[in-house]
Every structure is written in structure tokens, then in C-alpha cells.
């Protein structure tokens, strides 16, 4: 569907002249507006819902840039983030600037991104998020060893928060699972360089956890088809950082559910970092409990 994909997103444009979309605003017309063009797609049962399938439009129309770009009115901001899409009505030059700058920090640091990060996870997925901090690390895998070891930020997402008392009580007593853990790796940008080892960066460090998850404020649309193969092998699923906007962050690939927690790993992590240790506390808190310690997640350093 590449050529039909980026005809349709070009005939959008084409009927909103000088009007600024992001990839995901085009995904929700086109869903909205040629459902027929895409039953198909949206039978397929990996798309549990039409958000799901509103994603992976959103993603595909990422990756067609060049496709798109060959009606030389369109204009894509790659600067913005996420990526901003027009339609000129004059000469492409001259009204280039009439999609809004957003200026890249050439210093953006990956530190940078994990408060970002937190905010969006806590306010779209319902996630609670604790830094690890890898500098705390015991010493003793060898120079660049704990990098295959910790992930950037962990995270819990209450199951039951909001379930009838009986069914707390059931699922306590049968050792069910009412938390979901998850663990992300965060880079600053992912480009054809460095894409396969911050992707096995991430199967490593995020392989003891009910979800693993790569994070990026950048991406190199021409990657993302490799980015998606290797997704779909290994279960990690990838977030695009929106650092202006973190509530515009959008999940591109989602990571594949693991049902228990490899515990034995997280015994070795618990041995090697005390923000592991504190993290896992926590959980227990919450297992005892059912109680939530605010100050236990995320707070900047």
C-alpha cells in the first residue's frame, strides 16, 4: 500500500491547503473519512482496536516521506516533533516557514528525556516510573558492562486499581498478577548507526520485565521498517518521545506482554543497583498493601 498510502496522505494535504498536520492527525482522517480503504488492514487481529490501527497508519505515513514528497508542494518539518506536514498553495521555498519551527537542541542528552518520559507515561498510560541510576551500579561486569544490564527508567501500571474488593481478594489469594512491570531504554535519537544496538540494548535490559520498551525523541523514518522487523522478533515495542508535548508521544510499535517476571534476573538486579532494590520495595508495598508511596516514583534529580 506504499503508493496508495502516501497518494491519500497527499490528497489530504491537497484539500487543506496551508493547514499543519502531524502524522497521527492524517492516520485519524483517513480512518475516519476512507474507512473503506483500510477494512482489510483493520481486520488483521493484531489490531485490537481502531487506536491501534490509527498507530501503525501513523508509523507507515512516517516512513513514506520520500513517496509523499514527490508532489513537489508538500512540505514536511523534520525538525518538529513529531514531523509537521503541509500543503503549499505558492513555491515550496516561499512558504516553507509558514510550518512552525521548532528548534532541535543540538546538547539534547538522554537525561533530558526521562522526566519527559515520566509525564507521559503517568498521565496517558497510567504508569508510575522510577530512574535507575546506573552510576550506583556495583562495578564488577568490566568496562560498559552494566549498559547491557540496566534499563533508564522502570515502570508499574496498576491492573486493579480500580476493581471491586472481591476480585482484589480473589486475585490475591490465587498469586495472580495486578501490576504490569515494565522497563524502557531511552536514546536521544535512533538512526541507521546505532539502531541495532540500542534495539539489543533494550532486549537485554528490559528481558526480566512483564514489557520492555525502546525510547527515542528522533527517529530515522528510513529505518523503520527494520526498527518493525525486529520489534515483531523480539517483543520490544518502541515510543517516539514528543519533548515539547510528551501527551503527543505515541507509541509506534508495541511491545509484545510477557506474563510473569523473570525473577530470578530481577534478584541479580536487586543485588547490583540500589534504585533496584528501592523499586522492588515498593512493588512489595504495593503487593502487601494495595498502598502507593507517591514520593517511591519519579521525581527529578
Not at 489490531?47 to 490509527?54: K, M, R
Not at 518539518?77 to 519551527?101: F, H, N, V, W
Not at 531504554?185 to 514489557?211: D, G, H, P
Request: proline residues 3%; glycine residues 4%.
Amino acid at each position: 500500500m506504499d503508493q496508495s498510502l502516501a497518494k491519500l496522505v497527499i490528497s489530504v494535504l491537497k484539500k487543506h491547503p496551508g493547514k499543519v498536520f502531524t502524522a497521527k492527525e492524517i492516520a485519524i482522517f483517513l480512518w475516519e473519512n476512507y474507512r473503506d480503504e483500510f477494512t482489510e488492514k483493520r481486520n488483521n487481529p493484531r489490531f485490537t482496536s481502531d487506536n491501534d490501527l490509527i498507530t501503525q497508519i501513523t508509523a507507515e505515513i512516517g516512513s513514506k516521506k520520500d513517496l509523499i514528497l514527490k508532489d513537489k508542494n508538500v512540505a514536511i518539518q523534520d525538525q518538529a516533533r513529531p514531523k509537521e506536514y503541509c500543503y503549499l498553495t505558492s513555491t515550496r521555498m516561499g512558504e516553507i516557514e509558514s510550518i512552525p519551527d521548532i528548534t532541535i537542541n543540538e546538547e539534547l542528552k538522554e537525561r533530558d528525556l526521562y522526566p519527559k518520559l515520566s509525564q507521559y507515561l503517568l498521565n496517558e498510560c497510567n504508569i508510575l516510573s522510577k530512574r535507575i541510576n546506573e552510576q550506583k551500579s556495583k562495578n564488577n561486569r568490566g568496562i560498559n558492562g552494566n549498559m547491557w544490564l540496566h534499563p533508564d527508567i522502570v515502570g508499574i501500571q496498576p491492573l486493579n486499581r480500580n476493581w471491586n474488593q472481591l476480585i482484589k481478594d480473589c486475585v490475591k489469594g490465587s498469586g495472580s498478577n495486578k501490576l504490569r512491570i515494565s522497563s524502557y531504554e531511552v536514546k536521544s535519537k535512533i538512526t541507521a548507526s546505532n539502531l541495532r544496538e540500542s534495539f539489543f540494548q533494550a532486549v537485554s535490559n528490559s528481558s526480566w520485565a512483564n514489557q520492555g520498551f525502546l525510547v527515542a525523541s528522533e527517529l530515522d523514518s528510513r529505518i523503520f521498517d527494520e526498527l518493525q522487523m525486529l520489534s515483531s522478533l523480539h517483543g520490544i515495542g518502541f515510543i517516539l518521545l514528543n519533548i515539547t508535548n510528551p501527551s503527543e508521544s505515541q507509541i509506534l510499535l508495541q511491545a509484545r506482554d510477557k506474563e510473569t517476571v523473570d525473577w530470578a534476573s530481577a534478584n541479580r538486579l536487586v543485588d547490583q543497583n540500589p534504585d533496584f532494590m528501592e523499586f522492588f520495595q515498593s512493588i512489595k508495598v504495593y503487593y502487601d498493601s494495595d498502598v502507593i508511596n507517591k514520593k517511591d516514583w519519579w521525581k527529578s534529580e
